[in-house]
């Protein structure tokens, strides 16, 4: 299958400082990418939707700006946290889909960022 | 918007047994079931899915079915070992493309040897 990285894999922050998450797309051109926000021993959350070259479409609930996206690429999107706090401590997943080929459903994520805010 | 019940949270096994977990979800309009794996501090790993034009679908010990009628769907994993000990996920989606996960809650398999 295709493959998805993240970038950092683990962060630890302070309180009220922005933190950027990358996720990328290896071997393949994603149009859309996904967001999701997984807490301790919960499902994961969609967050948004990344959309490259428009904005994104985020779910009911979610702020768009504290969570700022950017999809400038077909392979690469980015999460902003901005003025984190210790409540935005969460595991952070992104998933991108394959146009090319495969099921057009099918999502494959990356590995996750870890994100603590102290 | 689509809401998805998964069944058991916890599920205890003898190696060598069938596992079985069970989801319901409430959109008819609905038509993409993936199943993935997660392992602790991972992100979720696709093992089988299913579109709603097919009733089942089956890859070497793991199975899923579907009954679109009644609205649910489950995962059927046979001769369990301990490396299939992980966290299962459900999740549907209108297979457009365009549309994200809804995810269950998620079933904690343990595989006890």
């Known amino acids: 299958g295709a493959v998805v990285s993240q970038h950092p894999s683990r962060v630890i922050c302070k309180s009220g400082t922005s933190v950027k998450i990358e996720c990328r797309s290896l071997?393949?051109?994603?149009?859309?990418m996904f967001w999701y926000r997984q807490f301790p021993k919960q499902s994961l959350m969609l967050m948004a939707t990344?959309?490259?070259?428009?904005?994104?479409?985020?779910e009911q609930g979610v702020e768009k700006d504290k969570f700022l996206i950017n999809h400038a690429s077909l392979t690469l999107s980015t999460l902003t946290v901005t003025s984190a706090h210790p409540e935005d401590s969460s595991f952070y997943i992104c998933?991108?889909?394959?146009?090319?080929?495969?099921?057009?459903?099918?999502?494959?994520f990356g590995p996750g960022t870890r994100l603590t805010v102290l | 918007g689509e809401n998805v019940e998964q069944h058991p949270s916890t599920l205890s096994v003898q190696e060598g047994d069938s596992a079985v977990i069970k989801c319901t979800y409430s959109?008819?309009?609905?038509?993409?079931f993936p199943w993935y794996k997660q392992e602790l501090g991972k992100g979720p790993q696709l093992i089988i899915d299913?579109?709603?034009?097919?009733g089942e679908k089956k890859d070497q010990r793991i199975a899923v079915t579907l009954n679109k009628t009644a609205k649910h769907f489950s995962l059927h994993i046979t001769e369990t070992q301990p490396e299939d000990s992980a966290v299962y996920f459900c999740?549907?989606?209108?297979?457009?493309?365009?549309?994200?996960?809804?995810f269950g809650k998620g079933t904690h398999l343990i595989i006890q040897p």
């Open positions: 299913i579109r709603s034009n097919v």
């Open positions: 071997d393949f051109q994603a149009t859309t």
């Open positions: 999740a549907a989606s209108y297979g457009g493309g365009a549309d994200g996960l809804t």
């Open positions: 998933s991108a889909r394959d146009p090319s080929g495969g099921p057009p459903s099918e999502q494959f």
């Open positions: 959109d008819s309009a609905s038509n993409y």
């Open positions: 990344s959309n490259e070259g428009s904005k994104a479409t985020y």
